[in-house]
């Protein structure tokens, strides 16, 4: 009996350590596409290095969605994570769009591309620092995958799509834009606390196999509607906040200065 329970206690260790190496091995994942994003630029392939972009995307949601269903969150993932996400969306998408159109700007592109680097990592640093974006609904500033996202679909969509480039200019515009989004306080949602339950679980079920079809007719347009669409969200909330009744409400209470006679 006790050798059976000695047995039993050794196989519970091992389950749980593999349960805690479970999420670090699809951060590893991510990191792995974050490096060969590198490497498919090195070699001219723009268009495979984008979409190693969005798959590391994936690991980066599996690894933290794996480990808050296995309660297996530590501060070493934290860390970890972090740095994925600084090799995977933070220097793998600036150098691709800096390979991509901005090499012939010189000092302005790349500085451009710097930009976006040092924004991203910013904004991890922020979120390790505060951590704000776990505990609530929302996340402060825009999420460095969502920026990246943004960069890789517009080379996977002008890439397949129109065979063609986006304008130097323009995407100088877009990198400092999303480099700002990243540092700002604007508010975007989180969507972490995505459950199932009795009562909505019919609707968000319909919404999930929706998203999934969609994504897998026209995976490149509705990868660039999708990442712009949430791109918008940050100020469109804060537009719809501002034109809420309640703030139209406290406007119109402010007593105002009595008129001179």
């Given at each position: 009996?006790?050798?059976?329970?000695?047995?039993?206690?050794?196989?519970?260790?091992?389950?749980?350590?593999?349960?805690?190496?479970?999420?670090?091995?699809?951060?590893?994942?991510?990191?792995?596409?974050?490096?060969?994003?590198?490497?498919?630029?090195?070699?001219?392939?723009?268009?495979?290095?984008?979409?190693?972009?969005?798959?590391?995307?994936?690991?980066?949601?599996?690894?933290?969605?794996?480990?808050?269903?296995?309660?297996?969150?530590?501060?070493?993932?934290?860390?970890?994570?972090?740095?994925?996400?600084?090799?995977?969306?933070?220097?793998?998408?600036?150098?691709?769009v800096?390979?991509?159109?901005?090499?012939?700007?010189?000092?302005?592109?790349?500085?451009?591309?710097?930009?976006?680097?040092?924004?991203?990592?910013?904004?991890?640093?922020?979120?390790n620092?505060?951590?704000?974006?776990?505990?609530?609904?929302?996340?402060?500033?825009?999420?460095?995958?969502?920026?990246?996202?943004?960069?890789?679909?517009?080379?996977?969509?002008?890439?397949?799509?129109?065979?063609?480039?986006?304008?130097?200019?323009?995407?100088?515009?877009?990198?400092?834009?999303?480099?700002?989004?990243?540092?700002s306080?604007?508010?975007?949602p989180?969507?972490?606390?995505?459950?199932?339950?009795?009562?909505?679980?019919?609707?968000?079920?319909l919404?999930?196999?929706?998203?999934?079809?969609?994504?897998?007719?026209?995976?490149?347009?509705?990868?660039?509607?999708?990442?712009?669409?949430?791109?918008?969200?940050?100020?469109?909330?804060?537009?719809?906040?501002?034109?809420?009744?309640?703030?139209?409400?406290?406007?119109?209470?402010?007593?105002?200065?009595p008129?001179?006679?």
């Amino acid at each position: 009996m006790v050798t059976q329970r000695k047995f039993k206690l050794r196989n519970q260790r091992h389950l749980r350590r593999g349960i805690h190496i479970l999420p670090s091995l699809f951060t590893t994942g991510n990191v792995f596409c974050g490096f060969y994003a590198f490497i498919a630029v090195f070699n001219d392939m723009h268009y495979v290095a984008a979409w190693a972009i969005v798959v590391a995307m994936i690991f980066d949601v599996l690894d933290g969605r794996i480990a808050r269903m296995t309660k297996t969150t530590s501060a070493f993932g934290v860390q970890y994570d972090s740095l994925a996400d600084i090799i995977s969306f933070g220097m793998a998408p600036a150098f691709l769009v800096y390979s991509w159109v901005l090499k012939p700007f010189g000092r302005l592109g790349w500085m451009a591309a710097f930009l976006f680097l040092l924004c991203a990592a910013l904004r991890l640093a922020r979120f390790n620092v505060t951590k704000p974006d776990v505990k609530g609904d929302h996340f402060t500033g825009l999420p460095t995958p969502a920026a990246a996202a943004v960069i890789a679909s517009i080379v996977i969509a002008f890439e397949d799509l129109f065979a063609t480039r986006v304008h130097p200019i323009v995407m100088v515009g877009v990198v400092v834009t999303l480099a700002f989004l990243m540092v700002s306080n604007i508010k975007y949602p989180a969507m972490k606390k995505f459950e199932f339950r009795k009562r909505v679980a019919f609707s968000r079920f319909l919404f999930v196999i929706l998203f999934i079809y969609v994504l897998a007719t026209i995976p490149r347009v509705a990868l660039f509607i999708i990442s712009f669409f949430y791109l918008l969200m940050g100020p469109i909330g804060i537009f719809t906040r501002w034109k809420s009744p309640k703030n139209i409400e406290n406007t119109e209470n402010i007593p105002h200065p009595p008129a001179k006679s």
